[in-house]
């Protein structure tokens, strides 16, 4: 079974930058992607990224946030710039593996203002 390990989260001031991590236990083939879920509501995409390097976005989030891969290395990344209070939220690495859809635990992301 993969898993998956998200790093790279914390606390920052809103206008500020964070990257996050999401390293794999052995390489994924399938598309890969980072999500995350505030309080209260649901767990939203963020953008995902194929192993050929083809991404995709969330329209709200495109231009402040970049997801990158680095196959070598098994791990997928998220850039997030100019941090918003509203980005606050627990951030889930996933992949869909042989069909089955693969979760990290989460990193916490606090934005204060």
């Known amino acids: 079974q993969v898993q998956l390990v998200e790093s790279g989260g914390g606390l920052v001031q809103a206008g500020g930058s964070l990257r996050l991590s999401c390293a794999a236990s052995?390489?994924?083939?399938?598309?890969m992607g980072w999500y995350r879920q505030a309080p209260g509501k649901q767990r939203e995409l963020i953008a995902s990224?194929?192993?050929?390097?083809?991404?995709r976005y969330a329209d709200s989030l495109k231009g402040r946030f970049t997801i990158s891969r680095d196959n070598a290395r098994n791990t997928v990344y998220l850039q997030m710039n100019t941090l918003q209070p509203e980005d606050t939220a627990v951030y889930y690495c996933?992949?869909?593996?042989?069909?089955?859809?693969?979760w990290g635990q989460g990193t916490q992301v606090t934005v204060s203002s």
């Open positions: 996933n992949a869909r593996v042989l069909g089955i859809n693969l």
């Open positions: 052995r390489s994924i083939e399938s598309a």
């Open positions: 990224i194929t192993s050929g390097g083809t991404t």
